[in-house]
């Protein structure tokens, strides 16, 4: 079974910073693309970035392109989100999980962690 386990949420005043990581468990994690979501109290959950197997292929939605950043260290099985330029619509829990293949996409990931909570104060 694979864990996945986010961390490096906190509160942050616009305009900042945070870098979030998701660490995973599994022999798969260096054939597997990964990804970011979010959601927003009263909101669905919503895709926010990807990333393919290598590295080499990313996707991001359009409200978080050129501020965030999805990177990833297959040696430690880590998965990063650096955000920038923060704004109050930011504020969610960001979730990580693990898709079904080596490719980056919005849909068919399988697992999931717990979240970690994301807050932008003006």
């Known amino acids: 079974q694979v864990q996945v386990v986010e961390s490096g949420g906190g509160l942050v005043q616009t305009g900042g910073s945070l870098r979030l990581s998701c660490a995973a468990s599994g022999r798969a994690f260096s054939n597997r693309a990964m990804g970011w979501f979010r959601q927003a109290p009263g909101k669905e959950r919503e895709f926010v970035a990807a990333i393919s197997w290598s590295g080499g292929s990313t996707i991001y939605a359009d409200s978080v392109k050129g501020r965030f950043t999805i990177s990833r260290d297959n040696a430690k099985k880590t998965v990063y989100l650096q955000m920038n330029s923060l704004k109050s619509e930011d504020t969610a829990v960001y979730y990580c999980?693990?898709?079904?293949?080596?490719?980056?996409?919005?849909?068919?990931?399988?697992?999931w962690g717990q979240g970690t909570q994301v807050t932008v104060s003006s």
């Open positions: 999980a693990q898709h079904k293949t080596p490719y980056a996409s919005r849909h068919d990931y399988e697992y």
